[in-house]
């Protein structure tokens, strides 16, 4: 595997001491068990590398799960799964993936590369596709500001009364369907993440990948797994939209009950009623 080295370090785990070189490998000393190099490797304590695009990289001798192996952000979520950078630069990590116990990998990110290489390794490929403008989708943004937006957009054209009306209705549609697709396509992924044994990411799993975990923990009653907050209070604000835009439809879907609900709103800090 092609890698460069941010800054590099051999280590010597019997006396805790790191000397800098330029040497990408980790010289273990060979009294050190296997489960205390597992252990120093799982808590990052060598140096983070910068993974090229095209890069790859064999199996370490030691490794016998998916935590013995560097991957940035790499974390255990709960619910025998893990969420970090995807693994479309090292598909032979894959195999530690299996070996894992792990059954599918859910990319954000839409990587040909990985799909053709969980294919390969005979791993269940799911896409939940998260653009960069994921968090723009009507889903996310209250009506009033939509509506308002539009309603000068139109205000510029003559228009009759009628005219504004039937464009303010097809409009209104227009998000009402955009949202619609949106919910259809999240709850299938809630259904996907409730299976657990997975393995999450998008490019570097930084940004995409731990909103959207939050996102599955706040509107996914039986997710299993860590409870994952929003990195931003934008993306916090977003959510709190987002609840207010769902129907009831949405809601018996996602399988909320009336106390989750209720606990739900009193998560996102939401008065009674979502107002």
């Known amino acids: 595997m092609k890698i460069t080295p941010l800054q590099t370090f051999n280590m010597n785990f019997t006396s805790g001491q790191y000397h800098s070189n330029n040497n990408v490998k980790i010289h273990i000393a060979d009294d050190i068990s296997g489960a205390k190099t597992r252990s120093a490797i799982r808590t990052h304590i060598y140096p983070q590398l910068l993974y090229e695009e095209d890069s790859y990289d064999e199996i370490p001798d030691y490794a016998v799960s998916i935590e013995d192996v560097y991957i940035p952000n790499m974390e255990n979520i709960g619910a025998g799964s893990y969420k970090g950078a995807s693994l479309f630069r090292n598909p032979e990590y894959i195999n530690l993936l299996k070996q894992s116990n792990i059954t599918m990998v859910v990319d954000l990110a839409g990587f040909d590369k990985l799909k053709n290489a969980c294919r390969e390794h005979d791993m269940e490929y799911y896409r939940y596709y998260v ?24 205000y510029n054209q003559s228009l009759t009364k009628n005219e504004f009306l039937c464009k303010m209705e097809d409009y209104k549609e227009k998000i009402r369907a955009e949202r ?35 996102l599955n923990a706040y509107f996914n009653p039986n997710w299993t797994g ?23 439809n949405d809601k018996q879907r996602l399988g909320f009950t009336k106390e989750y609900d209720e606990h739900l709103k009193e998560k996102l800090g939401m008065k009674k009623g979502g107002e």
Not at 226 to 233: A, G, L, R, V, Y
Not at 236 to 244: L, S, T, V
């Open 226 to 248: 860590h409870k994952s907050e929003p990195t931003t209070p934008f993306i916090k604000e977003c959510m709190q939209n987002m609840y207010r835009n769902l129907t009831e």
């Open 131 to 154: 653009p960069l403008n994921y968090w723009t989708n009507p889903i996310f943004i209250e009506n009033q500001t939509l509506f308002d937006k539009y309603e000068k957009e139109l």
């Open 180 to 214: 619609n697709d949106f919910m259809d396509e999240f709850i299938k992924f809630t259904h996907k993440m409730n299976q657990g044994s997975l393995y999450i990411g998008c490019d570097l799993g930084e940004f995409r990948t731990p909103n959207v975990l939050a």
